[in-house]
């Protein structure tokens, strides 16, 4: 289990396990503005866009193929963040610095998501019944009203009952809504502070939404915690309960019910929820316990049993085929729904 505790930490020369081909030149961090979480990852697109068989793959920053849900890690490395002015602010920053891998961009309809049960895990269109799945837009609201997506490292183990939920979890990395003022692109990986959290309960499951804000944000230093969501970004955070309510009803579904009567948890409740769901995480990608369909495959956690080398892991992802144009119109996104109460 030791093992995997250097896997919470990026920056020059991290990359565990990896041959020193990997490792960052000293140089690549230099610069005087804090060093973005995207220049060490890249993405590679396979299949035809608007397709069932659409994957994006990633890469690290020597070119080879990682797990967005296994490789990338957890936590962000506070010496990359030379912005930040002095040591007790490093320290308290670092404890809150994250990264997210971005699935679904602001005001954008298709479900992407990470395939949590194939190799590698990239991302990919979420199907249902056979066809595209797309979240309908509900007045006032286009697509979804966050960059959506989740934090690598997570895992809500679905044979655990959450302590403050009473509810297993949704088998799932635990969700993310970026609050910044820039739309991001699928596949994006950005570092996050983290503001407070919400219980979904998704069929009788626990759906942790976290709420954060992206480091590189023009406002980001404003934002420490939940309360400064409603005096910076007021309605933002009734927005959000209203979407995640009724999202699901023009499908014929029933309003999403919420633990706690709907309320915003804080930023230190949101980061032991993050710190349980690491640990469920680390038990699963070192079989101490039942990971179900889970695809485990890695490329950097050394010792897990899991892990594989680059070259089965570019075998695995040059197996999936570029298909032929194929492409499937949305129509469901031009609907608009005008629901509430």
Known sequence: MRALLPLLRTGPGWRVGAPAAVRLPRAASAGSGPR????????????????????IFFKNVAGHYISPFHDIPLKVDSKEENDIPTKKARNDEYEN?????VEIPRWTNAKMEIATK???????PDVKDGKLRYVANIF??????????ALPQTWEDPHQKDKNTNCCGDNDPID???????????????????????????????D????????????????????????FKPGYLEATLNWLTYYKVPEGKPENKFAFNGEFKNKAFALEVIKFAHECWKAMLMKKCDRGAINCTNVQVCDSPFHCTQ?????????????????ESNIDEQVWHFLGK
């Not at 610095?97 to 891998?101: A, D, R, T």
């Not at 194939?118 to 990919?124: F, M, Q, R, V, Y």
């Not at 942790?208 to 005096?231: C, G, M, Q, T, Y």
């Open 36 to 55: 973005r979480a995207m220049a060490l990852y890249r993405t590679e697109e396979r299949g035809q866009p608007h397709s069932q068989d659409y994957r």
């Open 97 to 101: 610095l994250f990264n997210m891998v």
């Open 118 to 124: 194939e190799p590698l895990n990239p991302i990919k």
């Open 140 to 149: 006032p609201h286009k697509g979804y009203i966050w960059n959506y997506g």
């Open 176 to 206: 993310v809504c970026e609050i910044g003022s820039k739309v991001l692109s699928c596949g994006e990986v950005i570092r996050v502070k983290i503001l407070g959290i919400l219980a979904l309960i998704d069929e009788g499951e626990t």
């Open 208 to 231: 942790w939404k976290l709420i954060a804000i992206n480091v590189n944000d023009p406002e980001a230093s404003k934002f420490h915690d939940i309360d400064d969501v409603r005096k």
């Open 311 to 327: 070259e089965e892991a570019r075998s695995l992802v040059e197996s999936v085929l570029k298909s032929s144009p194929n492409k």
